[in-house]
């Protein structure tokens, strides 16, 4: 009997320890974000405001754009100007160029900041969709895009990708209801 107490002991403490284990385990998850960056609605919503608020300053460079071809033909055609008319022409065109290369850089310079302020507040919604899941779902790490390799029961991309597009759905309801 205590042959058998000493073979049976360390099995069940065995069983014990890897019970322990398991209790002890944590639940992993994985999301890919530039997935979620590339197909949320609020990208594209974000991508339209931007077009629809700098429309004015770019309908005001194209058209800056077309009387500088204008200028540059001609300047192209100006064989019969004085030597006078046709240094200053040149002078204008190269102003004009210049000016327009500004405003142009400084209406890309504005874009690109509203566009990275857009993003923040886009990743802090995700990363507070992502929290959100990770709370109901009981997930104790949720890892970003790089990871090796990640099941399709770890991966909760598509999870909070729905909830963005639901997220959205709800928001625009209720701008149109107001």
């Not at 069983?15 to 979620?36: D, M, T, Y």
């Not at 990275?116 to 929290?131: G, H, P, S, Y």
């Not at 997220?167 to 209801?177: D, R, T």
């Amino acid at each position: 009997m205590l042959k058998s107490l000493k073979l049976i002991l360390p099995v069940l403490f065995l069983l014990q320890a890897s019970a322990a284990s398991a209790e002890s385990s944590h639940k992993v998850g994985f999301v890919n974000v530039p997935l979620i960056m590339k197909n949320s609605p609020q990208v594209a919503e974000i991508e339209e405001g931007l077009k629809q608020e700098y429309l004015s300053r770019n309908k005001v460079l194209d058209s800056r754009r077309e009387k500088l071809q204008e200028l540059e033909v001609e300047l192209k055609d100006a064989g019969s100007l004085s030597f006078e008319d046709r240094t200053a022409l040149e002078r204008k065109v190269l102003t004009e160029r210049r000016r327009l290369k500004e405003a142009t850089s400084e209406l890309d310079e504005d874009i690109a900041f509203k566009k990275n302020d857009e993003q923040n507040r886009l990743r802090v919604l995700i990363a507070e969709t992502i929290e959100s899941i990770a709370r109901e779902q009981s997930i104790d790490l949720v890892f970003e895009t790089a990871v090796v390799y990640a099941s399709d029961r770890a991966d909760i991309s598509k999870q909070v990708l729905e909830r963005m597009q639901a997220a959205y759905g709800a928001n625009k309801s209720e701008s149109a209801g107001k």
